[in-house]
């Protein structure tokens, strides 16, 4: 996805995501260097900001849906059922829906955070998948909190998002953030279902990905085409192959891109080609997995 400018209207067609506006005025972000994005995602209906404020504070207000933020530069504090609260650098801030809660800069430096919109069905399906059975929504009691590897995910899952990742990569590291978070600060035990042998269930799935490499994967079509929930299946899958079904996934879109490369196939072409969805993602991929661009590879064959 190419953005020239965090003010410019952006637009990911294949992923579902838009860029919808920024909150500050172009004055105040002259002045602060304030800025912030907020997309939508239509495939998972949720909602993403990624912000820098140095000024701008959030009034006493609530939300029908859950907020989850990370901090990434700087300190910034919120008020929650009356407690003050601070977060520094790498701090998580969980928020449940119709909570009375602010959020504010600590000092003139301001902060940078990433905030993911989960809905209550999101959470309620989380649920799901972990107990076997439909419960109540799932109530954070700690609203500020540091995990590292939570930290992780919800960045991961974020940048996922923004950067137009595919739909299965998203959607598996939405099932795998919320997951972890609820079973960790919302008091939601798992079923602990002990992975079997899902052998020949992995084998279809795979021949599935293999077959269908240029397409618009979901995780939901896998599970539903082995009988697996979305989460077992992430887990059996990973176990089976070393390696969740995205990275698979983007494995088998670059060894089809390498031989489309060898046999000449203009760099523009085999991007769309293989299944992603521009050029940029189509060469940070390749770049992470090959260790040069696509088009120094095509030139190291014709060398």
Same mark, same amino acid.
Request: zero cysteines.
């Given at each position: ?19 919808? &506006?920024?909150?500050?005025?172009? #004055?105040?972000?002259?002045?602060? $260097? ?12 949720? =909602? ?8 701008h504070a959030y009034p006493r207000h ?9 901090? %990434? ?10 407690? &003050? ?5 790498? @701090? /998580? ?22 905030? /993911?919109? !989960? ?7 989380? *649920?799901?998948?972990?107990? =076997?059975?439909? @419960? ?18 919800? #960045? ?7 950067? @137009? ?15 972890? /978070?609820?079973?960790?600060?919302? =008091? ?11 052998? &020949? ?14 397409? =618009?994967?979901?995780?939901?079509? /896998?599970?539903?085409? *082995? ?17 969740? !079904? ?5 494995? *088998? ?14 760099? #523009? ?9 521009? %050029? ?6 390749? $770049? ?6 696509? @088009? ?5 064959? $014709?060398?």
């Amino acid at each position: 996805m190419r953005q020239t400018d965090h003010r410019n209207i952006l637009q990911d067609a294949a992923d579902g995501l838009w860029y919808l &506006k920024t909150i500050s005025n172009s #004055v105040n972000m002259m002045a602060s $260097k304030e800025w912030s994005q907020f997309w939508h995602n239509s495939q998972l209906d949720m =909602g993403v900001l990624h912000a820098f404020y140095t000024r701008h504070a959030y009034p006493r207000h609530s939300h029908d849906y859950y907020v989850i933020s990370v901090i %990434q530069h700087g300190f910034q504090s919120f008020t929650h059922g009356g407690a &003050k609260h601070y977060t520094p650098p790498g @701090g /998580l801030i969980l928020i449940n829906p119709d909570t009375v809660h602010t959020g504010e800069p600590v000092d003139a430096n301001g902060f940078e955070l990433r905030s /993911l919109y !989960p809905t209550t069905a999101h959470m309620q399906r989380v *649920v799901e998948e972990l107990t =076997g059975r439909q @419960g109540n929504l799932p109530y954070f009691t700690d609203v500020r909190v540091d995990h590292p590897q939570a930290t992780a995910n919800v #960045v991961a899952l974020h940048q996922a998002l923004v950067e @137009g990742a595919s739909p299965l990569e998203y959607e598996a590291r939405l099932v795998q953030t919320l997951a972890l /978070l609820v079973r960790q600060y919302a =008091g939601v035990v798992s079923a602990r279902e002990q992975a079997g042998h899902e052998r &020949k269930a992995i084998q279809l799935v795979r021949r599935y990905i293999e077959e269908r490499f240029a397409e =618009g994967i979901s995780l939901q079509d /896998l599970a539903d085409r *082995v009988a697996l929930s979305p989460y077992y299946l992430l887990r059996v899958f990973h176990d089976e192959v070393g390696m969740p !079904p995205y990275t698979y996934l983007e494995s *088998v879109r670059i060894r089809h891109a390498q031989q489309l490369i060898a046999a000449g196939r203009p760099l #523009v072409d085999v991007a769309l080609d293989v299944g992603f969805s521009s %050029q940029s993602n189509f060469t940070r991929h390749f $770049k992470r997995i090959i260790g040069v661009t696509p @088009g120094q590879y095509a030139q190291h064959l $014709k060398s």
